[in-house]
């Protein structure tokens, strides 16, 4: 009885011990999966990262651009105001002296009735 009871006990010493290592095992390969799992989600948040900070680049490339386009045209309706104004202001003037000259022609012609 006692030698079977031993037998027993060694059987179930070495179905343990190779239970406790299948585990070990198991273990070993779920971190290793874990930290190649680690590494791709590093690289993928690098990666994500890296596209993040281009396409802020691009967009502040685009933002300078149009600002500046916006500064050239404000620049182009700054001066087309003023030319607008002195077009005006010679306008009046070719008016008055339009005026002018007909109120002269008016007198001469009178002047060459009498």
Known sequence: QLHLTMLEKNELTK????????LQEKESEMKKEISEYK?????????HQDALTEANRK??????ACQD?????????????????????????LNNSLKEANQTL???LKTKVR
């Open 15 to 22: 179905s343990l011990e190779m239970v406790w290592k299948e």
């Open 39 to 47: 590494d791709r989600l590093l690289q993928a948040e690098k990666e």
């Open 59 to 64: 967009n502040e490339v685009e933002i300078e």
């Open 69 to 93: 386009k916006m500064k050239s045209l404000e620049h182009f309706i700054s001066s087309q105001k003023l030319e607008i104004e002195h077009l005006k202001s010679n306008k009046e003037e």
């Open 106 to 108: 008016g007198e001469l």
